[in-house]
């Protein structure tokens, strides 16, 4: 099975809109959504739920107040200021448990609060996996990894022969988690000053893990300029850019009403994703994929 992960340095690129144009094209795939901290291509895909489960992630300590005989050890020995009196900020707390190790009457216990929730699903193109942080979380690396575990287990049961990624925004650890193992990375890019210094941390990124990158520029009118620069820094670093899509209207109204490209019914946007899909899953070297055909 072959791996695209979808990637862009930062939110807001069109990476989520091109996910979905890819996954209608192709016909049947498995999609996973790695945007975990802002997911948001189950809005546009609309899965039916099929299954969910609570991700236990971070360990947060927790005083009972009937044992606690308020002897201040543990709020002095915290060294990230957690607790004041018998209070744990659980934001502050970083589940080291050395309060419950010193704790002499042992008052302290180490809990895991919900951290995630995954969600495994159908959409009319193939199965999807999505995930969405609680409030506050901060470990998504290991939300990522669950979700591509998942689609990865559901993609190899149901015999899928490509796994669609939308990547997380950035180059932190959930961008690592996203992109590890994949084929091919697709890098999104709007033609401004800072998507430009984004895409060239995002192909930093896929290069010094061995992952061959393309990129498409996203309303590439928007700044002739830049989309020149972006033009002369992939030549230079040896990454074709396999499209260039205008602005256009019809796909901003299209993402305003969460509707995917191809169900704008637009041939105009149709044309482009085509041309996109076809010369992605030519690198690929898909040629089983049975692309849906676009007049
Ligand atoms: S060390 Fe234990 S007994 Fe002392 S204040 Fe903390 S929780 Fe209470
Ligand atoms: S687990 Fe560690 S960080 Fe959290 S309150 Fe206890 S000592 Fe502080």
Redesign the pocket.
């Known amino acids: 099975m072959k791996q695209l992960v979808m990637l862009s340095g930062k939110g807001g690129t069109g990476k989520t809109t091109v996910t979905a144009a890819l996954a209608e094209l192709a016909g049947r795939v498995m999609i996973a959504d790695c945007d975990v901290e802002a997911p948001n291509l189950h809005l546009l895909l609309k899965p039916r739920v099929l299954r969910s489960y609570i991700m236990n992630i971070s360990r ?2 927790c005083i009972e107040p009937e044992k606690c005989t308020r002897c201040g050890e ?1 709020e002095e ?4 200021g ?2 004041r009196g018998i209070s ?1 900020d659980p934001h ?9 190790h010193i704790c002499p009457s042992s008052a ?1 216990n ?1 809990e895991s609060p919900a951290g995630a929730e995954v969600f495994i699903g159908e959409t009319p193109h193939g199965d999807m996996v999505w995930a969405r942080l609680a409030v506050g979380e901060e470990a998504s690396g290991k939300v990522v990894s669950q979700v591509r575990m998942e689609a990865q287990a559901t993609a190899v049961e149901k015999g899928y022969e490509l796994l669609l990624i939308d990547g997380s925004p950035g180059i932190g650890c959930p961008v690592i988690s996203s992109v590890t193992g994949v084929h091919l990375a697709l890098m999104v890019a709007e033609p401004t000053p800072s998507g430009r210094h984004d895409l060239l941390r995002a192909l930093q990124t896929a290069a010094f893990f061995r992952i061959p990158s393309l990129v498409c520029i996203n309303k590439c009118d928007m700044n002739e300029v830049e989309a020149e620069r972006i033009r002369a820094e992939c030549a230079s670093l040896g990454v074709e850019v396999v499209a260039e899509i205008p602005y256009l209207e019809q796909l901003t109204e299209a993402t305003r009403l969460c509707l995917t490209p191809l169900e704008t019914e637009d041939d105009e946007v149709a044309r482009y994703f085509q041309s996109l899909y076809d010369k992605v899953t030519e690198k690929m070297g898909t040629s089983r994929l049975q692309p849906r055909s676009i007049t």
């Open positions: 947060k300590a543990c020995k915290c060294r990230f957690a607790i744990v502050a707390c970083e589940g080291c448990g050395l309060c419950a302290v180490m």
